[in-house]
């Protein structure tokens, strides 16, 4: 059983493409995740959804745009792809923000993007 | 601006040895400090959270300490194994429960 997965695996597009990428967690949890591998290897986190409703948006272009259907549902939609935007993008879920008694996230196997 | 560094990017041990990693980070206050492992082409997988107001936690063969006044969290596996290789990456977490960043990762490779 896969708790939090992603598709596509693999993303090769042309820049100034549209593309989304989906992710699905079957684990039952309120808060899912965004998060950008860059070619430095730093994990970095883009948008953040509890129960539907955005509570994070780091300083991210407009050109990404989160959609949550459901819960157990946060899609990523890139418009208008760049050069730059090449790089492994992991969805990630957790129980909630649970504050000083810690929130472990679930990651997903990751989303390699490359744009030509 | 937040920063957060991993000694080095890698690590090679022998088999049996005690492997330390260390993560500093700047220009934060963490709340609780997050332990992840991850293998090539997969995810990050949680393994050790320690909370500002704990020194050391511990986990079968892993050891976690946090220093917040150096500003720093140590990461050991005992007695390490070959299947200990892979990555592993701190990331301090805020009072909401987020980890905002990642440091980059130290790759430890441990030969037989």
């Known amino acids: 059983d896969t708790a939090v997965s992603q598709t596509p695996k693999y993303l090769v597009t042309q820049m100034g493409n549209d593309k989304s990428i989906k992710c699905e967690q079957n684990?039952?949890?309120?808060?899912m995740y965004w998060y950008k591998q860059d070619s430095k290897k730093f994990l970095k986190i883009m948008f953040s959804?509890?129960?539907?409703?955005?509570?994070i948006n780091e300083t991210v272009p407009n050109r990404f745009s989160p959609k949550s259907p459901d819960k157990a549902h946060l899609n990523l939609h890139i418009n208008s792809l760049e050069l730059g935007d090449s790089a492994v993008y992991f969805c990630?879920?957790?129980?909630?923000?649970?504050?000083?008694?810690?929130?472990?996230?679930?990651f997903g196997p990751g989303t390699r993007l490359t744009v030509l | 601006s937040q920063k957060i560094e991993q000694n080095s990017e890698a690590l090679n041990i022998q088999e049996g040895k005690t492997a330390t990693l260390t993560c500093n980070y700047t220009?934060?206050?963490?709340?609780?400090l997050q332990w992840y492992r991850q293998d090539p082409g997969r995810g990050p997988v949680f393994l050790l959270l320690?909370?500002?107001?704990?020194k050391e936690k511990r986990k079968e063969r892993l050891k976690v300490t946090f220093d917040t006044t150096l500003k720093q969290s140590l990461f050991h596996i005992t007695a390490s194994q070959p299947a200990d290789s892979a990555t592993y990456l701190c990331?301090?977490?805020?009072?909401?429960?987020?980890?905002?960043?990642f440091g980059k990762g130290t790759t430890l490779s441990v030969s037989s």
């Open positions: 990630a879920s957790s129980h909630g923000l649970a504050g000083p008694s810690g929130d472990t996230q679930y």
């Open positions: 684990l039952g949890h309120d808060t």
């Open positions: 959804y509890n129960n539907k409703e955005l509570i």
């Open positions: 220009n934060y206050s963490p709340a609780y």
């Open positions: 320690i909370r500002e107001n704990e």
């Open positions: 990331a301090p977490v805020n009072q909401a429960g987020t980890a905002l960043i």
